[in-house]
C-alpha cells in the first residue's frame, strides 16, 4: 500500500534537522512508525527484537549503531534506551542521528534525565479529513489565523456520510475498510486496551469489567466537562459497577500514558467580565471512533440521537483542529464562565494570535452559533491580549462561506491546515 502523506512530516523533517533526535509520540496504531520510515536509513523494533533484552545491559551502544536517522520503534519497551540516545547525541555532537517512536510514556518513577537541547517532540495522531481526502482544505486554519475572508465553496456532506466517518475513524489501518469491518477492529482494539495494555503499560493488572465501564462513561461524555466525581457516579449509574475514586484516578492515568485520552484544557484570558472562568478540561478520546466503539452503537443508533452525534462530531471537530493547529505552532482550548457562556474551541498560536469556533452538526442553529460568538468577542479585553483574528462556525453538513456580519461558516469538508 502507497503511504499517505501526513502534516506532520514536514514538522518531523524540520524538527530532526534542528536536534539530534525526535520523540514522535502518539496512540498505538496512529501512524507513528509508517512515518518515521519514510526518512529513516536504519531500524531496531525494541519489543520485537529478542536481542535488545540482552544487548541493553551489556552492550547497549549496539543498539545505536546503523545508518542516521537511526529509528528505535516503541523504545518505552526499553526505558533505559532514552539516556543512552542522550549520551550519543552528546558524544556524536550531530543533528538527525535517531527518530524514537513510542504508544506509551513510561510510569513516571522511570529515572530518565532530560532530553532538553537533544531530544525534538512530534506530537502525532490519527488521520485528518485533509489527510484522508475527505476534506479539499480549501479553507485553511493559516488564512483563517490571519482573519481572511473565505470564498463560498459548495463542499457540504451528507449526515449519513459523517456518521459513517465518525465510526470508521481516522487509523491509517482502517483506510479502505467497510463499515462493518471498522466496527469490529474498532471493537477489537478497545478489548486488547481494557485486557492487555491497561495492564501493561504499568505492570499493574487492571480489572477489564472496570476500564471499559470507565471508556463507556468517558465516551458517553464526550466533549464536555466531567469531574472525577460524575465520571464515578456515571459508572455505578449506568454500568452497576463498584469503582473508587482513586481507582478512576490511576486508570485515566494510564489511559493518558497511553494516549488513549487527550483533554482539551480550559483557555485563560482576559475578559471584561464579572463571571468566572471555569477551569475544567472537556474530555476526547485521541479518535471519536474508540468512543462509538466502546458503547457498542452503531449507523443507526447514531441517526436516531443526533444530539449525542453532535457532541461526537464536536469531537471530531476537535481532532481536526488540533492536526491542523500543530502545523500552525498553535493549540486548541475551549471557554466556558460562570454564565454558561462558551465557545467550543479557541484556537490560539504561541505567538498570541487567536481565532474562536463553534462548532454544530447541521445547519439550523447558525444564527444562534453567531450571536454566541459575538457576545463573546465583546467580553475579551483587547487591550490584554491580542487582537481576536476571527470568528468562525464549523458544520458538518453545510457549505462554506463569510456571513454579512463577518462570522466565517466553514464546512468540514473544506477545513484544513
Known amino acids: 500500500m502507497n503511504y499517505k502523506e501526513r502534516i506532520s512530516d514536514k514538522e518531523l523533517i524540520r524538527k530532526l534537522k534542528a536536534s539530534g533526535a525526535v520523540l514522535i509520540k502518539g ?18 523494533n525494541v519489543d520485537q527484537d ?46 538527525a542521528q535517531f527518530i524514537l517512536t513510542g504508544s506509551a510514556n513510561p510510569e513516571e518513577d522511570i529515572k530518565m534525565h532530560s532530553g532538553a537541547g537533544r531530544f525534538t517532540t512530534v506530537e502525532m495522531r490519527t488521520m485528518s479529513w485533509q489527510e484522508l481526502g475527505f476534506s479539499t482544505g480549501k479553507v485553511s486554519l493559516a488564512s483563517l489565523l490571519k482573519g481572511s475572508k473565505i470564498d463560498i465553496y459548495d463542499n457540504s456532506t451528507e449526515l449519513e456520510f459523517i456518521i459513517e466517518k465518525l465510526i470508521i475513524g481516522g487509523f491509517p489501518t482502517l483506510l479502505h475498510k467497510k463499515v462493518e469491518q471498522a466496527i469490529d477492529l474498532n471493537r477489537a482494539y478497545v478489548e486488547l486496551l481494557a485486557e492487555i495494555d491497561m495492564s501493561r503499560v504499568s505492570n499493574i493488572k487492571r480489572d477489564p469489567i472496570k476500564v471499559k465501564s470507565l471508556l463507556r462513561s468517558l465516551a458517553r461524555n464526550t466533549s464536555t466537562l466531567v469531574d472525577i466525581s460524575s465520571i464515578e457516579k456515571d459508572i455505578r449509574q449506568e454500568d452497576n459497577i463498584g469503582i473508587t475514586r482513586p481507582t478512576v484516578y490511576e486508570y485515566l492515568d494510564a489511559l493518558n500514558r497511553l494516549m488513549i485520552v487527550e483533554d482539551q484544557p480550559a483557555w485563560n484570558t482576559h475578559i471584561r467580565s464579572s463571571y468566572s472562568l471555569r477551569k475544567s478540561p472537556k474530555r476526547h478520546f485521541t479518535d471519536v471512533s474508540l468512543a462509538i ?13 443526533l444530539k449525542f452525534t453532535g457532541f461526537l462530531f464536536e469531537s471530531l471537530v476537535v481532532h481536526e483542529l488540533r492536526v491542523y493547529a500543530q502545523a500552525n505552532d498553535a493549540c486548541v482550548f475551549h471557554y466556558k464562565d460562570s454564565s454558561d457562556l462558551e465557545v467550543d474551541c479557541i484556537v490560539e498560536k504561541y505567538n498570541g494570535d487567536w481565532c474562536a469556533f463553534e462548532v454544530k452538526l447541521g445547519t439550523g442553529n447558525i444564527d444562534e452559533a453567531a450571536a454566541s460568538l459575538q457576545k463573546f468577542s465583546k467580553q475579551v479585553n483587547a487591550k490584554k491580549i491580542n487582537q481576536l483574528k476571527s470568528l468562525n462556525i464549523i458544520t458538518g453538513t453545510g457549505i462554506s462561506y463569510t456571513r454579512g456580519d463577518g462570522i466565517n461558516v466553514i464546512s468540514l469538508a473544506s477545513l484544513g491546515a
Do not use: F, M
Open 293 to 305: 466503539a466502546a458503547l457498542g452503537v452503531d449507523q443507526a443508533s447514531l441517526l436516531n440521537d
Open 27 to 44: 496512540a498505538k496504531a496512529c501512524g507513528k512508525t509508517e512515518s518515521a520510515k519514510q526518512i529513516a536509513k536504519s531500524i531496531i
Open 50 to 95: 529478542e536481542q535488545v533484552e540482552a544487548l541493553i545491559n551489556i552492550a547497549p551502544k549496539r543498539l545505536l549503531l546503523g545508518e542516521t536517522p537511526r529509528l528505535i520503534d516503541e523504545w518505552q519497551a526499553q526505558p533505559k534506551i532514552w539516556d543512552y540516545v542522550r549520551h550519543e547525541v552528546d558524544d556524536r555532537k550531530k543533528n
